[in-house]
């Protein structure tokens, strides 16, 4: 009976200690809930920043911060979640009010949130944004944001540089020469959508202080064919190290593409960065077919407006406002189509003191064949440079503005230049509306690959420059018209300085003989360089009579 009552008793204790062992020792209140994080504060570091702050929780592994748009009501979201009592928020907007909340984690636990904290943004300031280092891969400029190209800037191949409608890029003045070179292989998507939004290419001074030759320029290099042996240095280039040298020779495809040029503005550019190498506004050196250039302007430049070396690119509503040197420069081949291009000048420019120098001899257009070193059959190096040039007006100053020897005429070919220039307007040229220069331009008219034909001319000093040795056309059968017409009773709207108030408005007036006389159609040889690219008109000049204004909108006429 002892051994039974001493095993019921052994049996007992044990349930007792496994009972006692099984028990909760936290009174049975289940797992504690961390804390919600206090004080709570929110600053509003800049526009697109908010900064939330509060006390530490002891114990917690991280937090939950929310955040809702809005004074009130809304729906929170959770925008962070750091280990610190602290979050920065960089996805908010300017001049916007938002509301936090914070809550802590301990292990698998979550506390209620905090009270809410509400701030409001301040409103976003201008962006800025400095480019002085080549581009070697594809970037975008956008247009809420001011950029300063800063030195030689070079996009390189297989990069391609997008720009958004509207963007605005200064040429920094400081660092002298400042300039954006599109180099062979690279690509520039500039098109600024609409006359509204134009992309701006301009001074770092303030408007009233800008001068010619505040910056250097925009320059597009690509694979076409020139007719100079390689290697040939863009002009321009090879003055320090980060303005290294540019070869532009030995291309090899006329259709090679660069992007696109597309209401765009180029203002006060031309510095040279060593002498007599002044930049030109927009220099395209062996650019192809594959490019797109259209609604283009270039105003006050110290050298020329467009240059073209070689290539065969084409381009469409052209401006050239105030030139330092030619409105339009064609040579070493170059083998495009214009349509539709306007140059205006009224004065000489006056450029930012060591810039460089104003051209001793402006001109309208001024197209060259092959001249200088590497030319490996002189002016008679082929390819020919043959643009078609159709609907242009070209307006030249009064009288005495131009008073060297040579400048004042409306277009100069000369050095074996050939090509087919059409249904154009030269206006107020003192010298003369054509000057066509020696022997080797001579040889290109007998061979039926250089024709003026079509055009009006009118307050010029001579229809033709005479004693220049380059041929001449008969004006009956090439329908060159010479307007009894002054420059202003020629056009709409001629101011005399724009700048100071008024718009060109280039339609014709109704008396002009430029309302009719166009070649249309095309035939031979021009039918078959015009191709798709050009469109025959009955008018003559760059602006349809019964038309849109195509340059209205986008353009700009300031002198500083």
């Known amino acids: ?149 800063s030195g030689f800037v070079h996009v390189t191949n297989g990069a391609t540089l997008t720009i958004h409608p509207g963007t605005l890029i200064l040429g920094d003045f400081d660092i002298v020469g400042s300039s954006l070179f599109i180099l062979r292989g690279a690509n520039i998507l500039a098109d600024g959508g609409s006359a509204a939004t134009p992309i701006i290419f301009t001074s770092e001074q303030a408007p009233g202080t800008r001068q010619a030759g505040d910056w250097g320029g925009l320059l597009i290099v690509g694979n076409g064919i020139i007719n100079r042996a390689d290697p040939i240095i863009l002009e321009g280039t090879g003055t320090n190290a980060q303005n290294y ?166 277009m100069v070919l000369r050095r074996g230049t050939a090509g087919y220039y059409v249904n154009g307007l030269v206006i107020r040229w003192e010298k003369a509306a054509y000057s066509l220069r020696d022997t080797s331009t001579a040889n290109r008219i007998a061979a039926d690959s250089l024709i003026l034909t079509n055009i009006v001319d009118a307050e010029v000093g001579a229809q033709f420059h005479a004693g220049q040795s380059g041929g001449t056309f008969d004006p009956g059968t090439y329908n060159l018209t010479a307007s009894a017409l002054a420059a202003a009773a020629t056009f709409a709207g001629l101011p005399a300085n724009p700048s100071a108030g008024g718009d060109f408005n280039w339609a014709l007036a109704g008396a002009s003989e430029a309302n009719t006389g166009g070649l249309n159609p095309f035939t031979g040889d021009i039918l078959t360089r015009a191709g798709a690219a050009v469109t025959a008109t009955s008018y003559r000049g760059a602006v349809d009579p019964a038309g849109p204004q195509w340059y209205q909108g986008w353009t700009n006429y300031a002198d500083n």
């Open 1 to 149: 009976m002892r051994s039974a009552s001493r095993k019921w008793l052994t049996t007992a204790l044990l349930a007792t200690v496994i009972v006692g062992a099984c028990s909760d020792d936290d009174g049975g209140s289940g797992p504690s809930t961390p804390d919600a994080p206090t004080n709570v504060v929110d600053n509003a570091t800049a526009a697109t920043s908010v900064t939330v702050t509060w006390d530490a929780v002891p114990g917690a592994d991280n937090y939950v911060v929310q955040r809702v748009e809005g004074a009130a009501g809304g729906t929170f979201a959770t925008v962070g979640s750091p280990v610190a009592a602290t979050f920065t928020d960089n996805t908010v907007a300017g001049s916007t009010t938002y509301r936090y909340r914070v809550a802590t984690v301990d292990g698998g636990d979550q506390s209620s949130y905090s009270t809410e904290a509400p701030v409001t943004t301040p409103a976003a300031g201008p962006k800025v944004a400095t480019i002085d280092e080549d581009i070697t891969a594809d970037r975008t400029l956008y247009s809420d944001t001011t950029y300063t190209i």
């Open 245 to 410: 040298e540019v070869n532009y020779a030995g291309g090899n495809d006329n259709t090679d593409g660069s992007g696109t040029l597309r209401y765009v503005r180029i203002e006060f550019a031309g510095y040279g960065p060593a002498a007599d190498q002044e930049l030109n506004g927009l220099t395209m050196a062996a650019v192809g077919s594959g490019t797109t250039i259209e609604y283009v302007e270039v105003l006050n430049g110290l050298d020329d407006s467009f240059e073209w070396f070689g290539g065969a690119v084409d381009a469409k509503y052209l401006v050239s406002y105030e030139s330092g040197d030619d409105h339009f420069d064609m040579s070493e081949g170059y083998r495009g189509r214009l349509q539709y291009v306007i140059g205006f000048q009224s004065k000489v420019v006056n450029p930012r003191p060591g810039a460089g120098n104003v051209s001793a001899d402006p001109q309208g257009i001024e197209n060259d064949g092959c001249n200088g070193a590497n030319c490996t059959t002189g002016q008679a190096s082929t390819p020919f440079t043959l643009p078609l040039v159709a609907n242009f007006t070209l307006v030249g100053p009064e009288d005495g503005i131009f008073t060297a020897n040579n400048g004042g005429y409306g």
